[in-house]
């Protein structure tokens, strides 16, 4: 980037389709810049050498972006689809309001992560800090180290897998039974993920659902 402008690297890989011929991109010495490879839409493969600030690869769809350093805060904030994987640690607020996509942390991720989530996955090869999954509604947060105070604070719907200790629980977030379906989905997740840890390792969290209104039978409305 100490060649090209920013805007005008994003302003390429937004330019994206579905049809292009070049569908691989790398970005060297980004230098911690923020909002780095955001708003992709095309099923291209983006590789960012170095380590960026806030917000990148926000609001991915369809991409694949794969960070070799660390992340600020907001890491595939408002992810759609597609995959993000960040070799380091990841800041504040890793995948919020997530609706859709892969984002792996192979690192630690710090508090808040997945808050607000809507269908994201979110596997963290370490540890995640407090109140992580705070109000997440949908998707799976798989956590192969230890969690924060707070877990899950005013849980919905999502499905929390945590391998290591919780330090607490939120309101109304309570351990639950781990069914074969969960050894199951799970076991697909850490393959997706790269993850070395067996399903049976992990302990099972969700809602008591005491605290709100939601009908499950229209959770995908939410």
Do not use: W
């Not at 990841?90 to 942390?105: E, F, I, P, R």
Request: hydrophobic fraction near 35%.
């Amino acid at each position: 980037m100490t060649e090209t402008p920013l805007r005008e690297v994003n302003e390429t890989l937004q330019a994206q389709s579905a049809s292009t011929n070049q569908t691989r991109f790398v970005i060297e010495n980004p230098r911690g810049s923020h909002a780095v490879a955001v708003g992709l839409d095309a099923p291209i493969e983006v590789t960012v050498k170095g380590s960026t600030g806030y917000y990148c690869a926000g609001m991915n769809k369809q991409a694949t972006v794969h960070v070799t350093g660390s992340v600020g805060p907001g890491v595939a904030e408002n992810m759609m689809s597609g995959t993000v994987i960040i070799d380091g640690d990841a800041s504040q607020y890793a995948g919020a309001t997530g609706h859709g996509g892969l984002l792996v942390v192979k690192g630690n991720a710090s508090s808040r992560c997945g808050i607000s989530m809507k269908g994201i996955d979110i596997v963290v090869h370490g540890n995640i800090g407090h109140m992580s999954a705070f109000m997440a509604q949908k998707g799976n947060l798989v956590v192969l180290g230890d969690a924060g105070d707070a877990l899950g604070d005013s849980l919905y719907e999502a499905r929390l897998f945590v391998r290591g200790k919780v330090k607490s629980l939120g309101a109304d977030c309570i351990e639950k039974e781990m069914r074969p379906e969960h050894i199951a989905l799970l076991r697909d997740l850490l393959d997706r993920a790269g993850a070395d840890a067996k399903p049976e390792e992990f302990t099972r969290y969700g809602s008591a659902r005491k605290l709100y209104n939601f009908n499950i039978d229209h959770a995908g409305d939410y």
